[in-house]
């Protein structure tokens, strides 16, 4: 059996605020919180994702390959495309 420990080296909090129309009154505005974290081991980095308010909205730890943007930048871009498209 192969193990591997990944460091927790950065936790965010992300706040998202989506703006959409509200009838004819304008528009409303929602903020989303989101706690993010980066994990590594060498040149491997690890990310997840979760929404403190109820922690059912959640991406589990993933892969970042080595040629992808920024760790946590690459997790915001997760967030933003699979709940606030």
Request: with cysteine; charged share 35%.
């Amino acid at each position: 059996m192969e193990k591997k420990t990944f460091e927790v080296e950065e936790h965010h909090l992300v706040e998202i605020k989506e703006t959409k129309p509200f009838g004819s009154n304008g528009s409303q505005t929602r903020t989303y919180h989101w706690e993010v974290f980066i994990a590594s081991k060498g040149t491997e980095y690890r990310g997840k994702a979760i929404e403190p308010k109820d922690q059912k909205r959640e991406i589990p730890w993933m892969t970042i390959e080595e040629h992808e943007m920024n760790p946590l930048d690459f997790m915001v871009e997760c967030i933003e495309r699979k709940f606030h498209r």
